[in-house]
């Protein structure tokens, strides 16, 4: 009787180690099949915070991803603060800056307004973009590595299905969830604001000719560009507020795609010598041409920051559901149109530092 307990004791023992043997190999399998890319490497999760829904749709987890560069962290912070106190949905901000950022960040978080938001902070290393990115050394302090933060969405946030991705010069006000729901036809990858379609349409930006067709942004005289037979008067889309889906992004090695258009780049000089706009829309446009969906015009109601006038009526304000100030003029520097719009959802910074920032900015626009 004694050693047939033994046995039984023995076989229990081995199957438990079995068991926990089975479940180490799998973890590590895992862990080894989704390495974290070089420069995306998380550095703060927040998953505790207080759930504010209560039915089974809200408890869906929508992943907002934004870059927060030190210079424009104010944008940012006034931006989830919009979005977080216009939604009841269980939203995770996936916070991209760069290392010595993040302690003004995190401070920043801690505000009462913001201290129960859900976020996730990452730190972008801009050697991801060596070879790719060409940097003029005399303007060296001008390139800005988070801009391209956006071609990474698989690897900023590795287990969603869907993402949005928003500019910190934005405000929202409505509800980010309708903006997640936005349906993307099979084989899209993302939705963007079609320059065409939007309530802004054919605005000529000054020095840079028209910005809302792909002529404005692609040089077609290089045989790289005619080659693609993309035609130069196609629409072209807003990359600063989109919809993505990372199923499909992955499927069509949608990042490998960008850097090869920006390595491209670099040697052959690709882009339109008369851009105005963002470098990362050029390549944007390329691998996205005529694949792409839309979203609702109402969310992306931009060009906000091109002129210090207003281009908008108060009540067209008012009904917008997201607020673009892109162009030179942002609303921390308070010359923009709408500049207090912005300001009812900025969160004062607790250091200081940023005010010193949106002064330096009101005396160079006032010049």
Not at 279 to 308: C, E
């Amino acid at each position: 009787v004694n050693i047939s307990i033994l046995i039984v004791a023995v076989i229990i023992f081995l199957l438990v180690i079995h068991h926990n043997f089975l479940s180490l190999s799998d973890f590590l399998r895992r862990e080894l099949s989704d390495p974290s890319p070089l420069g995306l490497q998380p550095i703060d999760f927040i998953p505790a915070a207080p759930q504010r829904m209560t039915d089974e749709e809200n408890d869906k987890e929508i992943s907002v991803v934004i870059a927060a560069s030190d210079e424009r962290l104010g944008g940012a912070i006034a931006a989830m603060n919009s979005i977080y106190q216009h939604t009841r949905s269980n939203v995770v901000f996936h916070i991209v800056t760069l290392n010595d950022t993040v302690d003004h960040l995190r401070m920043w978080l801690k505000s009462t307004p913001l201290k129960n938001m859900r976020y996730r902070i990452l730190d972008f290393d801009p050697r991801v973009l060596e070879g790719k990115v060409q940097v003029d050394p005399q303007k060296a302090d001008t390139f800005k590595p988070l801009t391209f933060a956006r071609f990474y969405l698989p690897s900023l946030v590795p287990h969603a299905e869907k993402v949005i991705y928003v500019d910190d010069d934005v405000i929202v006000q409505d509800d980010i969830v309708e903006l997640y729901n936005t349906p993307l036809k099979p084989g899209h990858a993302a939705a963007f604001s079609d320059d065409c379609d939007s309530t802004s349409s054919k605005v000529a930006v000054r020095g840079a000719g028209n910005q809302y067709n792909y002529i404005g942004f692609l040089d077609y005289k290089k045989e790289t560009i005619r080659k693609l037979a993309m035609k130069a008067n196609t629409c072209s889309f807003n990359p600063g507020v989109f919809v993505a889906n990372l199923t499909e992004w992955k499927l069509q090695n949608i990042t490998k795609q960008l850097e090869k258009w920006m390595a491209l780049n670099v040697v052959e000089e690709l882009y339109s010598k008369t851009l105005a706009g963002s470098i990362t829309t050029p390549p944007l446009l390329i691998v996205f041409y005529k694949q792409h969906s839309s979203i609702d015009p109402m969310w992306n109601v931009r060009h906000l920051g091109s002129s210090a006038g207003k281009r908008y009526s108060p009540q067209f304000v008012k009904a917008a559901k997201l607020l673009h100030w892109n162009g030179h003029f942002k609303p921390w520097g308070r010359t923009a149109s709408y500049a207090e719009v912005w300001e009812k959802w900025y969160v004062p910074d607790p250091t200081g530092k940023f005010n010193l920032i949106r002064r330096h900015s009101e005396a160079y626009e006032a010049k």
